[in-house]
Each structure stands twice: as structure tokens, then as C-alpha cells.
């Protein structure tokens, strides 16, 4: 029996645009062999930066491209975000809650990140440095209000906290129309906007960015250059000439398609299979859902699941609580989603063997 | 007048296999797609982890690719070199010199580093860290003897202490037979090996490794998955074509062919412009050469010449003395050098402009 992942929170291969992306590949380094195979600027492949500062409507000096947007959260955390108290969403990525030394949490619910909460944090003096995901939040899937946009866009403009905005799954959006980001609402003031192309194009590529507040790129650079001399431009000039080619809204309308259609199956068979026992966000993007599993304890049901083909990553693991869980349904397919909440539904509520 | 550079460590544009690598670029893509393109092992491309365990006759799991070999150091040093007392030749790289909080020196002779000097520092308790470039070092372009390896590696097998040998130019070797590495003499033990394909490929893929003692690989994993989730796997893929192709030993040839005419171009004009002005290393490989000029600091030199129209970094950058001075030989050609070491002689010597 195959295992049914609703761990892995990457792409489906069948999302990849491979054949479109090798012939950029050959292109892109026939075309600038030298910009692309030297050493380049510190700070990412200039013309690909200044397509992402067109896109946001900033001078390129703000944009630092990146080997994916994690390396950028770790240099901005250690430039920018030097000396701050460090504020994160519950939940929250795992990653961050690993490598993070230190931070305080503020509860997300079905709004996204609980506002009003944070500003009663910062009644203090620290400075304040939050991270948030305020679209299709991993692991919840839950999305930041409209209101809350605005009420945390202000605290920014406020100079009452700095804001790194993780922002790599905005644009898969299934439904609804696209709110404004943080980072637009504030005018960037006090906010630090990131993204990839890791959900758009590809993760193999490790192309991630951030745009930082006006004039502060410079106290980045001596890091960046310390740590790497370059980013891998290869993977860059891959990108801007799928960009220059107009195959990105193309591909990116493709994997809003296929991700949606897994969304969708994977409501549908919890609401067939755990009506009544569980209850689940439902996303308009991303990759995730999160679930609530009343009376069963996550990390134990895991063990049953793995064993009968199916696995998923238990909600502690993102500061959740025992009975909640994160369901990737990015990777599987319809018809294995179907089949893998059956199997995790024939647990549920089952008593662990002794 | 088009300014000459001796200051940038960098291959020249002429030496890049373009045409090779974006076929290489194409096929690598298209035929392994998903691997190349999604995330993979946070240690590195599989395949290509194998061809280098190969050919270091280790296992692969003591392989870590990396985004170029600088990040590998970074890794390496926050792990395994973790509460050790760090120990850098004088003089050395300019970036651990930057990055580095705090150091001690041992000092480059024409038999590379003083390894009786370094045993003497090691007399007391503290556990130490060695970085050494023993071959046809940054800056100096100087080589360790066959003697001093044989006793660093005894140092390291003796435990007392660990050595990070940086190896980046040891393949671009123009004449003379190959020493073996302080690794090899030590049997890897107490020695991380770190090299990478940026000058015998192309610096702008970004590929970097380390060889680790047995059985601490594992030490760095947490890190990287934390840093980066995975490197960038495309670059890794047309590196691996590029070798399977068996083009890489065609590439090295004609690079070391390059490199070796601006060596003896470099040599030549010093011996006619410079001689009894001024000494100099001569390197059997690498980028490099280390002028020492008598009577001239190299830091007030350098704004003449930059002024007439040819450049270099000074030694002070790299822990040498006032009249001490890297040059380049990798990124101008034999014509240039020529012409480029004739207008820095006619200013040495020169009173400096009031």
C-alpha cells in the first residue's frame, strides 16, 4: 500500500513546469553566460530584482534576493531585528519555532492573528519584532481580515513594531479576491515583505526575496556578502526569463487549478468522513488545512495513521494544542485525498491499541 | 582608459563553459525534473553527494553541498567548531577576517603556514579551530610543504586540534606534481575538507562542499534544514550533468591553460618593471600573487593607481603589512597584465601627490 501524504507541504511534480523551465535554463545561460555563472551582486540578479521592485512598486535598492526567503528571515532576523523582542502567531511554521531562541505568541483565529491581543504586548518598551504569515497561513490556512490588516498595518506605521511578512503563498488563491498585504497598507513603513517563487515556479530553484523598509538593504549586504558572496544566480536568471517569457500568470492560473481541485476534495471527504468528529479551517489558498480532533491526541493517532498509509504533521509541532493536526493537501491527488481521509477517518476515535 | 583589475578574485568570463553548461542546464532539467526542482536532502543533491564521496573515497553521508563553500564554513564553525579558540593564517581570506569576532594569527612563510608557531599555541587546554588555505593560498598564492602537512595532520590526529582546510584552488595547479591534503595525510580525522566546482565550473552555481569526520554530518543537518530548507538543487543538477558528461577534466585543462599564461604574463612584467623594487610569490596555481613592496604603503598606492587605471587589494585587507598587496592574475588577460603591472611600477617608488 502506498503512503498518502498530507505531511510534505510541497507541490505535487505535476505543478512543475519542467519542460518550460529547462528551455529557460538553456537560454538564460547561452544568452548571459557571464552575469549568470560569475559572482553577481550580493544582493540578487539585478534585472530580476528589478522586476520584483516593479512589482511592488519600489526602487530595486530595496529588494534582496535570496537562496528561498528562509536565508532572508535568518539575515533580516539578525540585522533588522537585532535586540527585539521576537512576537510569532499560535500557530505558527515550525521552522522558526525551532531555530528561535526566544519569543512570545499570540493566538490566530478564524480572522488570522488575534490584533488586538499583540497590541496589548506592546505596552512595553521592547522593541518589537513579529513574524506572521496573514495569508493562508501555514499550518492553519487561515487568512488575516481585512480590519486586522488595517489595525496591524497601522501599529507598523505607528513605529510601535517591526512586521516581517511571509507572504509565499498569496498569490495560489483559490476564491475571493486578493486582500491588500501588510507591507501595502503600511506603505512599507516598518514592514519587511517576503516572498519566493518557490509555490509559483518551482522550490528547487531556491528563489526567495524580501523588500525592505527604505534604506535599510545596505545593513543587510555585509552579512549577506559574509555568508555567501553571491546567491546562485543560476537559479535567478532561470527565473527572470521565465518571467520575460509571460509564462508566470500562465502557470501560476495552472497550479491555482490543480491545488484548488485538492482543496476541494479534501473538504468534501472530511465533511463526508468527520462531520460531527472534527472540525477544519477552510482555506481560499495555499497548501494547508488545519484540523481539530476532539477526544484524540494527534501524536498518538499519527502512529496508527503511518501504519495504515496515511500521515499528516501533528498540530504541536506548530504550537498547536494535542488534538490538532496540519493536512497538506498540495502533494496528494483528488483521488488519493479521497482515500487517505478515509483511512485517517476509520481512526479517529478509535482507541489506541494497548 | 579601460581600468585594469588585479583585485578581483575572479575567474575571467573566457574561462566559462556557456555553451556546455546550458546544454547541460537543459538536459539536467529535463530529464530529472521533480528531483531537480523540488525541495531534496537538506545535505545536497544525492547523486552528486556520491560522485564527490567518490572521489574523496568517503562515504556520502559525510558529504554536505552547499550554496557555495563560504555558507559550508559558516555551518561548520556554528557546529564543530562550536567554544574552540579559532586560529587563521597571517595572512588569510579577508571574509573570516571580517566575520570572525575574534582570532589568532599564525603566520604564511614560503612554506605556507608556520606549523612550529601554531604547536606552540597549542600548549594550553582551550580546544582549537584551525581555517588554513594550504594550497596556492588567498592571499599570498603560497603552498604548505609536504613536511608542514605531515605535521598539521599530525597535530590533528594527535587531537589536538580541528582543522577546516579550505581547498578551493587546488585543481588549478600550473605545474609541479600535487601534494596530498592535509585530509588525506590525516585520514580525515579532526580535518573537515571544503572545496567547490566555483573555479574549476563557474562560481555562479553556487556549489560548495565540505567532507566531515565520520559520523558528524548529522550535527549540521538541523542547521542548514533551519537556514535554508534544502540548497539550490537545479545548480547541483547541471553540475552533476557537466561531470557525467566527463567534461570536467577537458574544462579543468583549458582553465589551468588560461589561468597559467596570466601567471607567467604576471611574473614576466614584475621581474622587468619591478625587480629590486619589490619581491613577490610565485604560486604554482591558484589566482593569486603577493607583492611586498619596500617603502610604499600599499593603501595610499592604491588610490594612484586606481587613478591610472589599474587596481588590487591591499594586504592590510587580508592581515599583511602596510606595503604588502594581492594581486589577481585569474581576471585580466596576459595583455592587460602586462600593461597593467607597467602603470603600477611607474608609481612605485613615486612621492604621493600633496
Chains 1, 2 share one sequence.
Not at 537560454?27 to 522586476?51: C, M, S
Request: hydrophobic residues 45%; glycine residues 10%; negative net charge.
Amino acid at each position: 500500500m502506498e503512503t498518502i501524504s498530507f505531511a510534505r507541504g510541497v507541490p505535487a511534480p505535476e505543478c512543475l513546469p519542467v519542460e518550460e523551465l529547462a528551455d529557460c535554463a538553456r537560454v538564460a545561460i547561452e544568452r548571459d553566460g557571464a552575469a549568470a555563472l560569475l559572482y553577481g551582486h550580493t544582493l540578487g540578479y539585478a534585472p530580476l530584482r528589478e522586476w520584483i521592485a516593479d512589482r511592488h512598486g519600489v526602487d530595486s535598492s530595496r529588494v534582496v534576493v535570496t537562496n528561498g526567503s528562509l536565508q532572508a528571515f535568518h539575515f533580516v532576523l539578525a540585522t533588522l531585528g537585532e535586540g527585539r523582542r521576537i512576537v510569532v502567531e499560535r500557530p505558527t511554521y515550525d521552522r522558526p519555532r525551532k531555530f528561535l531562541s526566544e519569543f512570545d505568541q499570540v493566538p490566530v483565529d478564524d480572522e488570522g492573528l488575534g490584533v488586538a491581543e499583540l497590541e496589548r504586548l506592546l505596552t512595553g518598551e521592547a522593541p518589537t519584532f513579529l513574524y506572521t504569515i496573514p495569508t493562508f497561513q501555514n499550518p492553519s490556512g487561515l487568512t488575516l481580515s481585512a480590519e486586522r490588516r488595517g489595525r496591524l498595518a497601522d501599529l507598523a506605521t505607528g513605529d510601535r513594531l517591526l512586521v516581517f511578512e511571509d507572504d509565499p503563498y498569496g498569490l495560489v488563491r483559490f476564491d475571493g479576491e486578493p486582500l491588500p498585504t501588510v507591507f501595502e497598507l503600511a506603505d512599507g513603513r516598518n514592514v519587511v515583505y517576503s516572498s519566493s517563487f518557490s509555490k509559483t515556479i518551482a522550490p528547487g530553484l531556491r528563489v526567495g526575496y524580501v523588500v525592505v523598509p527604505e534604506g535599510l538593504a545596505p545593513e543587510l549586504e555585509e552579512l549577506v556578502a559574509s555568508t555567501y558572496i553571491t546567491p546562485a544566480l543560476v537559479s535567478q536568471a532561470i527565473v527572470l526569463e521565465f518571467l520575460h517569457r509571460g509564462l508566470f500568470d500562465a502557470n501560476l492560473e495552472r497550479v491555482r487549478d490543480l491545488l484548488r481541485a485538492r482543496r476541494d476534495a479534501m473538504l468534501d471527504a472530511l465533511e463526508s468522513e468527520l462531520d460531527g468528529r472534527a472540525s477544519w479551517s477552510h482555506p481560499a489558498g495555499g497548501y494547508f488545512l488545519w484540523l481539530e480532533l476532539s477526544g484524540t491526541v494527534a501524536t498518538e493517532l499519527l502512529g496508527r495513521a503511518t501504519a495504515a498509509g496515511v500521515t499528516f504533521v501533528p498540530g504541536v509541532d506548530f504550537g498547536g494544542g494535542p488534538g490538532s493536526a496540519r493536512l497538506a493537501f498540495s502533494f496528494a491527488s483528488p483521488a488519493e485525498i479521497e482515500e487517505g481521509v478515509g483511512r485517517l477517518a476509520a481512526l479517529v476515535g478509535t482507541p489506541a491499541a494497548v
